[in-house]
């Protein structure tokens, strides 16, 4: 690696690229290698046994290290070549707003808390129903060879160029018909997804004063936070971090005491509707408002949050050793009967779970806010392939609590309560027929220990997790006698989660909307200019508010209606993505590392287009949306009164609304993917016929960095040396920003 002149003055080479082996580097990575591989073993070797969690656990973090450590690397240096002596957007554009260098420490809160949003807590929840094996295998492979590469491709390309989003980029470098089918289908998809994210908040919050409460303070302590690091204690990042958990953990513990006040409970007490239009109009705000005061300081507050849950729920699944209750396999993975999603393992695995593995949201982030704010290009691997990663945990650690529970009670959670009859009896009655047994006096107990009236069709998966880490947290910390604090520790933690993503994708979304409009008119492509600012933000906030009002008032429950959906649109997403990330590739003259994106794009594309052909084509009520629309729709031509659970014809009639909808978008979207694919196919063939270096590229020019920051999380000893002798030639440093 090239030295980095500093003030005119050349300082001394940053880290090198190539790891120095020793004996120790060597017995601590054959170590590793060892613990992933019993783990493994253990996981797909054992028949009929009850295996602990904890195996699940050590198997992830064994190859997230090995693939961290080897594979991430190889794609920053040799496929990416990201250079740390180029000056990123954030120091060249720093306009204090949309465009300021920020703490790699910081900005890995904001990324993260952006990206991990409901996706990894409710999707593997939902798959949960087919056994753990099919979800294992995905979340870990998946997020090692596909969705930390995207993340990270994507973050570098836009960094490259002013921090583009996804749609303009693909605009840009595949062409105006690919480019256009692609803007529209991003558009679009975002909508859906940014919906089904603020629907899990509703259903987590709904008629809960204790998690209502304890979230709706995060927004002042966020502000608090914003406006003391920016004016009172600049680049205290510790400091202010400190204040802000502080705060955070009274606001739970404050939680607890509102629930039990006899008139602030019902201040707190919102109805679904009631948090629905509290969601719109937050996120419209949140979009709008400087990065600095809102955005930047909540995601980083999350993070603490969220990675300190995670983290302490997988100590104490190491000490407590809950055994995984669900099998490997369910008979729901091969007939796709199930109950919660319907659909056979191939291909709605893949689409259930999404974020954790594999997600197209993370696209828009990774081209949206953070390359806006990244400090330096070689930070795309502790940003981007990084944050995956410990996002992919999150889905590991939704999956175990998913598992560890009785499965009745598990599917009585997580079945709409039309299917389930409306009261506990039944709800046992239903479940215990899919072969689950648990009965009407079980049911009531948790709900009870969990301080809650009542626990069925609690869909979203969110509730199903809180109650897993409560039982997992009550088992190590105080016993049963905490249940109830747990569960609504863990909902606070969920909803936290995800509303960091609605308000950062919201954002995005506004970003995405202005770069479309901008090529009509060019004053809106300017992010810092306040009326299109304004107008996107309503027009996004908008679309994503009616998706959520449908799906909240939907009568066959509209997280199992939607997440289908959702999950589709999403995968369709990261096909986008990863397309325009190889047509770059290939444009930059490294064809020969294309494989790097090109093999989970062809992965990527077979299982998508697949479930969109399902949701469209079959004629199964419960998979297809265009059957399911015919079923109700003849049911209201021969005046029957209801179908099935759903009774009364306004139910039918809304039905019959949404299926059309969710099927015209399903139509949609794999249609606007297949000609992005098409368009893309046609210009890496170009590509690769034309001399090297005369396709023109959208990349801005090269301008040499005034500022030095470390890689990663910890500063090496090389990059500690570099710092301190960046001091003696007057450059900045890490120590001095400190």
């Not at 990123?88 to 790699?104: C, M, Q």
């Not at 809960?208 to 003391?228: C, E, N, Q, R």
């Not at 949201?361 to 930070?379: D, R, V, Y």
């Amino acid at each position: 690696m090239s030295s980095v002149p500093v003030n005119g003055k050349a300082g001394p080479p940053p880290a090198p690229d190539k790891p120095k082996w020793t004996p120790q580097s060597i017995a601590v990575w054959a170590g590793v290698a060892l613990v992933g591989a019993v783990a493994w073993g253990v996981i797909a070797i054992g028949r009929g046994e009850e295996i602990s969690a904890a195996w699940l656990i050590f198997a992830a973090l064994a190859s997230y290290a090995i693939a961290y450590r080897f594979y991430a690397r190889f794609i920053q240096y040799k496929v990416l070549m990201a250079d740390p002596t180029r000056a990123t957007p954030a120091e060249r554009l720093n306009n204090g707003a949309d465009y300021h260098p920020t703490d790699r420490r910081v900005l890995y809160g904001h990324h993260f808390a952006a990206i991990a949003g409901a996706g990894p807590l409710v999707g593997p929840v939902l798959a949960a129903q087919m056994g753990f094996m099919p979800g294992t295998i995905w979340i870990i492979l998946g997020v090692i060879f596909a969705g930390a590469v995207q993340d990270m491709v994507v973050l570098f390309f836009s960094t490259r160029r002013n921090g583009r989003s996804l749609g303009q980029m693909a605009r840009e470098e595949i062409g105006p018909v690919g480019g256009i089918a692609a803007l529209i289908a991003v558009l679009s998809i975002m909508i859906i997804l940014l919906a089904v994210l603020a629907m899990v908040v509703v259903n987590a919050l709904a008629e809960s004063p204790w998690g209502a409460f304890s979230l709706i303070m995060t927004i002042p302590i966020a502000l608090f936070m914003g406006v003391y690091l920016r004016f009172v204690r600049p680049g205290k990042v510790m400091e202010t971090s400190a204040i802000g958990v502080v705060l955070l953990l009274l606001s739970i513990v404050g939680g607890g005491w509102v629930a039990e006040h006899a008139v602030l409970s019902e201040v707190f007490l919102f109805s679904k509707n009631e948090l629905t239009l509290g969601l719109i109009v937050y996120g419209f705000v949140a979009s709008v408002l400087p990065v600095w005061l809102l955005l930047a300081p909540r995601d980083y507050l999350s993070t603490f949050m969220k990675v300190g849950v995670v983290v302490l729920l997988a100590v104490s699944i190491l000490i407590a050793m809950p055994s995984l209750q669900l099998p490997r396999f369910t008979e729901f993975a091969f007939n796709g009967q199930g109950p919660v999603v319907a659909g056979p393992l191939f291909p709605f695995v893949f689409i259930t779970i999404a974020c954790g593995a594999l997600s197209g949201f993370h696209a828009l982030i990774s081209s949206g806010t953070t390359p806006k704010l990244i400090e330096k290009e070689t930070q795309v691997r502790m940003i981007g392939y990084g944050s995956m990663l410990t996002e992919s945990f999150v889905a590991v650690m939704a999956l175990i609590t998913a598992c560890i529970i009785d499965p009745g009670v598990y599917f009585a959670m997580n079945m709409p309560m039309n299917a389930l009859g409306g009261s506990v009896e039944s709800a046992a009655q239903t479940v215990s027929q899919l072969g689950f047994t648990v009965d009407a006096a079980t049911l009531q107990q948790i709900a009870t220990n969990i301080g809650e009236s009542e626990i069925i069709a609690r869909t979203g998966g969110a509730p199903t997790f809180a109650l897993g880490a409560a039982t997992i947290f009550s088992n190590v910390f105080g016993g049963q006698a905490m249940m109830a604090f747990w569960y609504h520790f863990a909902v606070m933690f969920e909803a936290l989660f995800i509303l960091t993503t609605v308000d950062a994708g919201t954002r995005v979304g506004r970003f995405m909307l202005q770069d479309t409009l901008g090529n009509v008119y060019k004053p809106m492509r300017d992010t810092s200019w306040r009326p299109g600012a304004w107008i996107c933000s309503a027009l996004i906030v908008g679309g994503w508010g009616y998706f959520l009002w449908a799906g909240v008032n939907d009568p066959l429950g509209g997280i199992n209606q939607l997440f289908p959906l959702f999950g589709i649109a999403n995968q369709l997403l990261a096909a986008i993505a990863l397309a325009v990330c190889t047509t770059l590739i290939i444009k930059s003259g490294r064809a020969k590392y294309a494989w790097v994106t090109l093999v989970p794009l062809a992965w990527d594309a077979v299982v998508t287009l697949t479930a969109s052909y399902q949701k469209v084509f079959s004629d199964d009520p419960k998979i297809g949306f265009f059957a399911q629309r015919s079923q109700f729709s003849e049911a209201l031509a021969n005046g029957e009164p209801g179908v099935g659970a759903v009774q009364g014809e306004e139910a039918m009639r809304q039905v019959v609304v949404n299926t059309t909808v969710q099927g015209t978008l399903s139509v949609l979207f794999a249609l606007l993917v297949v000609i992005i694919l098409a368009d893309s196919v046609r210009v890496w063939i170009k590509a690769l016929r034309a001399p090297e270096g005369t396709l023109p590229i959208t990349e801005i020019p090269y301008e040499r960095s005034k500022t030095w920051a470390p890689d990663g999380l910890i500063p090496s000893r090389e990059e500690r040396e570099y710092a301190r002798q960046l001091e003696s030639v007057g450059g900045s440093s890490e120590e001095k920003k400190e």
